[in-house]
């Protein structure tokens, strides 16, 4: 009797050290495929190309899916997932693993990425550009769209701003004024009247009042806004009362990063509170 009684002990205990083996087995990462540093490698050499180059947004989200999968198998065999003590624990773990991965990833993706580059605009752009001018009333000013004399892929791409001035109902002239500016600031700037001639040819810092909430000029902030382009101000002592210069100069950087009119106006309308914005050199 007790010679069966410990047989049948014997047994349990094999099959419990069986069953311990076999989950141990299944607790172990995969050996066939690639070693998790091989992917967290390859993430880090991604996220380097991504940071050091500013690509174009399909390469970008190529980068960036591809960052996302080498991601899945070191989660996956992470102590943290491996630990649970259940199949379903371990699913879990890893959904919620990934997730945090990928808002982190999210996050790093719009940190790197590039600016939107000057090009003919789309229908879709065109219309809010539009909409948003027709806004204001410009038929009492005299719009000239102007650029450098010397940058033909600059004047070119301003010729198309004639169009759509003039659909919103603006008086706009109907050429690309080519001029040569003693001060000529990079990407897109508003002139107005103002300052004077005589001072301002004699000091490098001469300005003049620029009405950042004038309604002519605030509709045409929010208009180049609406296609992510930020204009900066300026004044003129050379032009006339009712006369409005959009001067397009070399393409910056990003044309997206506000300027201080961006600053100015937001603090004129009431978007944002406090003391007047610093002007930005």
Same mark, same amino acid.
């Given at each position: 009797?007790?010679?069966?009684?410990?047989?049948?002990?014997?047994?349990?205990a094999? !099959?419990?050290?069986?069953?311990?083996?076999?989950?141990?087995?299944?607790?172990?990462? =995969?050996?066939?495929?690639?070693?998790?540093?091989?992917y967290?490698?390859?993430?880090?050499?991604?996220?380097?190309?991504?940071?050091? =180059?500013?690509?174009? =947004?399909?390469?970008? %989200?190529?980068?960036?899916?591809?960052m996302?999968?080498?991601?899945?198998? &070191?989660?996956?065999?992470?102590?943290?997932?491996?630990?649970?003590?259940?199949?379903?624990?371990?699913?879990?773990? /890893?959904?919620?693993?990934?997730?945090? $991965?990928?808002?982190?990833?999210?996050?790093?993706?719009?940190?790197?990425?590039?600016?939107? !580059?000057?090009?003919?605009l %789309?229908?879709?752009?065109?219309?809010?550009?539009?909409?948003?001018? !027709?806004?204001?009333?410009?038929?009492?000013?005299?719009?000239?769209?102007?650029?450098?004399s010397?940058?033909?892929?600059?004047?070119?791409?301003?010729?198309?701003?004639?169009?759509?001035?003039?659909? $919103? +109902?603006?008086?706009?002239? &109907?050429?690309?004024? #080519?001029?040569?500016?003693? #001060?000529?600031?990079?990407?897109? %700037?508003?002139?107005?009247?103002?300052?004077?001639?005589?001072?301002?040819?004699?000091? !490098?810092?001469?300005?003049?009042?620029?009405?950042?909430?004038?309604?002519?000029?605030? $509709?045409?902030?929010?208009? /180049?806004?609406?296609? +992510?382009?930020?204009?900066?101000?300026?004044?003129?002592?050379?032009?006339?009362?009712?006369?409005?210069?959009?001067? /397009?100069?070399?393409?910056?950087?990003?044309?997206?990063?506000?300027?201080?009119?961006?600053?100015?106006?937001?603090?004129? %309308?009431?978007? +944002?509170?406090?003391?007047?914005?610093?002007?930005?050199p």
């Amino acid at each position: 009797m007790n010679g069966q009684k410990s047989r049948a002990q014997r047994r349990e205990a094999a !099959r419990a050290l069986a069953k311990e083996l076999l989950r141990a087995e299944r607790r172990k990462p =995969s050996v066939a495929g690639l070693d998790s540093g091989w992917y967290l490698g390859a993430f880090v050499a991604l996220g380097l190309f991504l940071a050091a =180059s500013k690509n174009g =947004s399909r390469v970008s %989200t190529t980068v960036l899916a591809a960052m996302a999968l080498c991601l899945v198998s &070191p989660i996956w065999r992470s102590v943290f997932v491996q630990s649970a003590s259940s199949r379903a624990g371990r699913n879990s773990r /890893f959904v919620g693993l990934t997730l945090v $991965a990928l808002v982190l990833l999210s996050l790093f993706g719009a940190y790197v990425w590039p600016p939107i !580059r000057r090009h003919t605009l %789309t229908t879709k752009e065109q219309a809010s550009f539009e909409n948003a001018l !027709r806004l204001q009333n410009g038929d009492d000013l005299d719009v000239q769209i102007a650029c450098p004399s010397d940058d033909e892929k600059t004047c070119t791409y301003a010729q198309q701003y004639i169009n759509l001035v003039g659909k $919103a +109902h603006w008086n706009v002239e &109907p050429y690309v004024d #080519r001029v040569a500016l003693t #001060r000529a600031l990079d990407g897109v %700037t508003i002139y107005r009247r103002g300052g004077n001639k005589e001072y301002s040819s004699k000091h !490098r810092d001469a300005g003049g009042y620029f009405e950042i909430n004038e309604p002519h000029v605030v $509709a045409l902030q929010n208009a /180049f806004d609406s296609i +992510h382009i930020e204009p900066e101000g300026g004044t003129n002592p050379d032009l006339a009362e009712k006369v409005m210069v959009i001067y /397009f100069g070399p393409e910056r950087e990003d044309e997206a990063q506000p300027t201080n009119l961006t600053r100015d106006i937001e603090w004129a %309308t009431g978007k +944002h509170t406090g003391r007047f914005p610093v002007q930005q050199p």
